[in-house]
T-cell receptor
Framework: EAQVTQNPRYLITVTGKKLTVTCSQNMNHEYMSWYRQDPGLGLRQIYYSMNVEVTDKGDVPEGYKVSRKEKRNFPLILESPSPNQTSLYFC???????????FGSGTRLTVV | QKEVEQDPGPLSVPEGAIVSLNCTYSNSAFQYFMWYRQYSRKGPELLMYTYSSGNKEDGRFTAQVDKSSKYISLFIRDSQPSDSATYLCAMKGSGGSNYKLTFGKGTLLTVNP
């Protein structure tokens, strides 16, 4: 079954404590992306990756890092989380033919 | 003006009603248009995908694109309680910008039994 798997699903952490949200896909898609979703603001792109070792900033990259060492994995790293990064995060992938995204189930992050 | 505008609702209809959801956009470079459905606590899932202007039908769902007016619609016939979700429009250009989707903020739909 084609899947985008995110972990963890829920996370509560404290300000400044580094964390990583993992994303893994089994569809061999080149393009992967991270979004955050906030009430009234919709989905906003954080970072994206066109392929292994190729990453670039989206619309709201401040406070986030990513890496793409393997095709299937695209972790999102928060080096020093702050309360304004409390949000619902989604990983998404897209095939080369560009026929839409496949999203993961989401990670609800709370930073206190 | 935002690139994509979508009325957030909420929209509440009785079961069996015809639902119309709409988005307008300002970027004439958009060529591909999508509708996603997002259930509570779930990731968005692709519902409809269309290229350029015209209509596309899939079961109870019809997507319409009018590029001259920069206006897209999703119609749901014989709506069911299971259609209750947030509906997101999304669009993208072609060529070098082929990968990035620009989303509307979503419309919350409730279908009442």
């Amino acid at each position: 079954e084609a899947q985008v798997t995110q972990n963890p699903r829920y996370l509560i952490t404290v300000t400044g404590k580094k964390l990583t949200v993992t994303c893994s896909q089994n569809m061999n898609h080149e393009y992967m992306s991270w979004y955050r979703q906030d009430p009234g603001l919709g989905l906003r792109q954080i970072y994206y990756s066109m392929n292994v070792e190729v990453t670039d900033k989206g619309d709201v990259p401040e406070g986030y890092k990513v890496s793409r060492k393997e095709k299937r994995n695209f972790p999102l790293i928060l080096e020093s989380p702050s309360p304004n990064q409390t949000s619902l995060y989604f990983c998404a992938t897209q095939s080369r033919d560009g026929t839409g995204y496949t999203f993961g189930s989401g990670t609800r992050l709370t930073v206190v | 003006q935002k690139e994509v505008e979508q009325d957030p609702g909420p929209l509440s209809v009785p079961e069996g009603a015809i639902v119309s959801l709409n988005c307008t956009y300002s970027n004439s470079a958009f060529q591909y248009f999508m509708w996603y459905r997002q259930y509570s606590r779930k990731g968005p899932e692709l519902l409809m995908y269309t290229y350029s202007s015209g209509n596309k039908e899939d079961g109870r769902f019809t997507a319409q694109v009018d590029k001259s007016s920069k206006y897209i619609s999703l119609f749901i016939r014989d709506s069911q309680p299971s259609d209750s979700a947030t509906y997101l429009c999304a669009m993208k250009g072609s060529g070098g910008s082929n990968y990035k989707l620009t989303f509307g903020k979503g419309t919350l739909l409730t279908v009442n039994p």
